[in-house]
T-cell receptor
Framework: DAGVIQSPRHEVTEMGQEVTLRCKPI?????LFWYRQTMMRGLELLIY????????DSGMPEDRFSAKMPNASFSTLKIQPSEPRDSAVYFC???????????FGPGTRLTVL | DQQVKQNSPSLSVQEGRISILNCDYT??????FLWYKKYPAEGPTFLIS?????DKNEDGRFTVFLNKSAKHLSLHIVPSQPGDSAVYFC???????????FGAGTRLFVKA
């Protein structure tokens, strides 16, 4: 099993640009999570999906952030427009429905200049 | 409002000694607790968990203790090894709820 796949691994962009982060969960996992890691706030849950449906997006910081899951094998997190304070590592994770253990991808390090 | 708190940003321990990482939570609804380990440039990986019906869970060198009345849990690593050097995240959830709340992490350094 390839595990959770995220792309790109690194993204450097300028303020005001649109950024799209991508995630492929582990096959068979019904839950998908997006997290953001910063030095100040640690690991924050942004949004999670169950069977491709967003369940809780209360962690999404602003309307500039949006996430979609068009099918069971793909999800995107989009930031438009990006700001320097969005610089962080963004993780995607997936899980089986019968367990609370999540499997994380390697993360995308986003730098907004 | 941080519902899961890891008050020690870092911890340094000598190889072979015990490492104790602490975690406090505020939400009494949490009934399932997990520890994740994270190496640089990798995602967190699950390490060990404990349900609120237990007060201790052991897996090899790793033991998690839960004190529900104090809303406190700790991870003990005995003996500590240099390969244990990583960031450790404490996490909590309500069983079946899937919304897992993570602490800010504690960076463990194990010196050879």
């Amino acid at each position: 099993d390839a595990g959770v796949i995220q792309s790109p691994r690194h993204e450097v962009t300028e303020m005001g640009q649109e950024v799209t982060l991508r995630c492929k969960p582990i096959s068979g996992h019904d839950y998908l999570f997006w997290y953001r890691q910063t030095m100040m706030r640690g690991l924050e849950l942004l949004i999670y999906f169950n069977n491709n449906v967003p369940i809780d997006d209360s962690g999404m910081p602003e309307d500039r952030f949006s996430a979609k899951m068009p099918n069971a094998s793909f999800s995107t997190l989009k930031i438009q427009p990006s700001e320097p304070r969005d610089s962080a590592v963004y993780f995607c994770a997936s899980a089986y429905p019968s367990t609370d253990t999540q499997y994380f991808g390697p993360g995308t390090r986003l730098t907004v200049l | 409002d941080q519902q899961v708190k890891q008050n020690s940003p870092s911890l340094s321990v000598q190889e072979g000694r015990i490492s104790i990482l602490n975690c406090d939570y505020t939400n009494s609804m949490f009934d399932y607790f997990l520890w994740y380990k994270k190496y640089p440039a990798e995602g967190p990986t699950f390490l060990i968990s404990i349900s609120s019906i237990k007060d201790k869970n052991e897996d090899g060198r790793f033991t998690v203790f839960l004190n529900k009345s104090a809303k406190h849990l700790s991870l003990h690593i005995v003996p500590s090894q240099p390969g244990d050097s990583a960031v450790y995240f404490c996490a909590a959830s309500v069983t079946g709820g899937f919304k897992t709340i993570f602490g800010a992490g504690t960076r463990l350094f194990v010196k050879a």
